[in-house]
């Protein structure tokens, strides 16, 4: 029983980095296409510099909302591994 309690915590913690690591770098990579495609959009027509600010800052909020989401995530993640005391108990301390 302790083995599996002992398991499960390596894996929520292991989860939660690797979630947090690949939404951090997909979330990095969107963002940064995302405004390069609008400041290459205000390049070539700065008249329209208004129209395509806005729709940036929205994209990349909702971009950045998906990285929040995967904290959430990985926060309720680590809330449901085991307690310190029991951790202790296990690791014989």
Same mark, same amino acid.
């Given at each position: 029983? $302790? $083995?599996?309690?002992?398991?499960? #915590?390596? @894996? *929520?913690?292991?989860? !939660?980095? #690797?979630?947090?690591? %690949? !939404? =951090? @770098?997909? *979330? /990095? %990579? @969107? +963002?940064?296409?995302?405004?390069?495609? =609008?400041? $290459?959009?205000? =390049?070539?027509?700065?008249?329209?510099?208004?129209?395509?600010?806005?729709?940036? %800052?929205? /994209?990349?909020?909702?971009?950045?909302?998906? *990285? %929040?989401?995967?904290?959430?995530? !990985? #926060?309720?993640?680590?809330?449901? !591994?085991?307690?310190?005391?029991?951790?202790?108990?296990?690791?014989? +301390?």
């Amino acid at each position: 029983m $302790e $083995e599996h309690v002992l398991k499960y #915590f390596t @894996a *929520c913690v292991t989860a !939660a980095g #690797f979630g947090i690591t %690949i !939404a =951090a @770098a997909v *979330c /990095g %990579i @969107a +963002q940064s296409l995302g405004l390069k495609s =609008a400041v $290459e959009g205000i =390049a070539r027509n700065p008249e329209s510099s208004g129209k395509v600010t806005v729709t940036m %800052i929205i /994209g990349l909020a909702l971009i950045e909302s998906l *990285c %929040i989401y995967t904290l959430v995530i !990985a #926060f309720m993640l680590l809330g449901k !591994a085991p307690k310190l005391e029991m951790m202790i108990k296990l690791l014989g +301390q």
